[in-house]
């Protein structure tokens, strides 16, 4: 099976822009979540979305929005970007939500000047 | 809310040794699972190894073992006959089981490994 895959790989935006991340899962996962790491704060937890639903959401201002499609397909979109927003954002994808094991991306590497 | 911590920053070990890796965490559930996520420079984030708090036995997989002490909420990895590509970022990682919070993975802080000849 091919594993979870995220484009574009890497990015450079402007402040002010806005941005949107895509992630495929491994075929047959239905739960994407998606993750924030940097230097400073570590992983962070941003989303998850299950069967098209937002199920859980972390700490995050209202401009970091994701959804997902009906192949389970997701995106996520950070609006009004900031300096802070620089970091490699991680999807991860499982088969359901509890329990199971979470298979990550390669991550989008997003630079904000 | 659970915190996951890993109090060593940095390791090292020769190839072919044994290293142990520290994590221990905070939680009031009584279910829950514990994963050991390897980093290596390339990024991306694969999965060691995993353990059911329910279970008693440590999980193995190949080289890699776990010390799983419930009562001391301590989760250890132990890598057997170090190799070169052992050399990455590792992170402890726990998950809940209950709906609403079973999505999300907390993290520690990460261990990095280096591996010398």
């Known amino acids: 099976k091919a594993g979870v895959t995220q484009t574009p790989r890497y990015l450079i935006k402007t402040r002010g822009q806005q941005v949107t991340l895509s992630c495929s899962p491994i075929?047959?996962?239905?739960?994407v979540s998606w993750y924030q790491q940097t230097p400073g704060q570590g992983l962070q937890f941003l989303f998850e979305y299950f069967s098209e639903t937002q199920r859980n959401k972390g700490n995050f201002p209202g401009r970091f929005s994701g959804r997902q499609f009906s192949n389970s397909r997701s995106e996520m979109n950070v609006s009004t970007l900031e300096l802070g927003d620089s970091a490699l954002y991680l999807c991860?994808?499982?088969?359901?939500?509890?329990?199971?094991?979470?298979?990550f991306g390669p991550g989008t590497r997003l630079t904000v000047t | 809310a659970q915190t996951v911590t890993q109090s060593q920053p940095e390791m090292s070990v020769q190839e072919a040794e044994t290293v142990t890796l520290s994590c221990t965490y905070d939680t009031s559930e009584s279910d829950y699972y514990l994963f050991w996520y390897k980093q290596p420079p390339s990024r991306q984030m694969i999965l060691v190894i995993r353990q059911e708090a329910y279970k008693q036995q440590n999980a193995t997989e190949n080289r890699f073992s776990v010390n799983f002490q419930k009562a001391a909420k301590s989760f250890s990895l132990k890598i057997s006959d170090s190799q070169l590509g052992d050399a990455a970022m590792y992170f402890c990682?726990?998950?809940?089981?209950?709906?609403?919070?079973?999505?999300?993975?907390?993290f520690g802080t990460g261990t990095r490994l280096q591996v010398t000849l």
């Open positions: 990682a726990y998950r809940s089981p209950y709906t609403g919070t079973a999505s999300k993975l907390t």
């Open positions: 991860a994808s499982s088969l359901g939500w509890t329990g199971h094991e979470q298979y």
């Open positions: 075929s047959g996962h239905r739960s």
